[in-house]
């Protein structure tokens, strides 16, 4: 299991920019795939962004895609979501989230297979 802890979420203008951030715990973090998912009110848990374990391929969902980048540092434990032009429908919470499988480098956008998941952090961007 890792241990995840989000931060960086707040309230922004549409436009604006965010960066969260999700600090790991854990011996295996390094060799799982990282993902962002978010969830909006009365609306299902959505993905947003995935990382391999090597770092070298990222995923997108289509409707950050160009707007959101993923990054991890091996050596800090983290994973970051910077997310830039920021727009009401972004709205939701942001859950940090560790792939089940170990040196996976086509990391999947499935939350059912992510078992270790944070507790999130909440992104508010204003019209």
């Known amino acids: 299991q890792v241990q995840l802890v989000e931060s960086g979420g707040g309230l922004v203008q549409a436009g604006g920019s965010l960066r969260l951030s999700c600090a790991a715990s854990?011996?295996?973090?390094?060799?799982?795939?990282m993902g962002w998912f978010r969830q909006a009110p009365g609306k299902e848990r959505a993905f947003v962004a995935v990382?391999?374990?090597?770092?070298?391929?990222?995923y997108y969902a289509d409707s950050v895609k160009g707007r959101f980048t993923i990054s991890r540092d091996k050596a800090k434990n983290t994973v970051d979501l910077q997310m830039n032009s920021l727009k009401p429908e972004d709205t939701a919470r942001y859950y940090c989230?560790?792939?089940?499988?170990?040196?996976?480098?086509?990391?999947?956008?499935?939350?059912?297979?992510?078992?270790?998941w944070g507790q999130g952090t909440q992104v508010t961007v204003s019209s």
């Open positions: 990382i391999s374990w090597s770092g070298d391929t990222t």
């Open positions: 854990g011996r295996t973090f390094s060799n799982r795939a």
């Open positions: 989230a560790a792939e089940r499988y170990l040196y996976n480098n086509y990391p999947s956008r499935a939350k059912s297979d992510f078992d270790s």
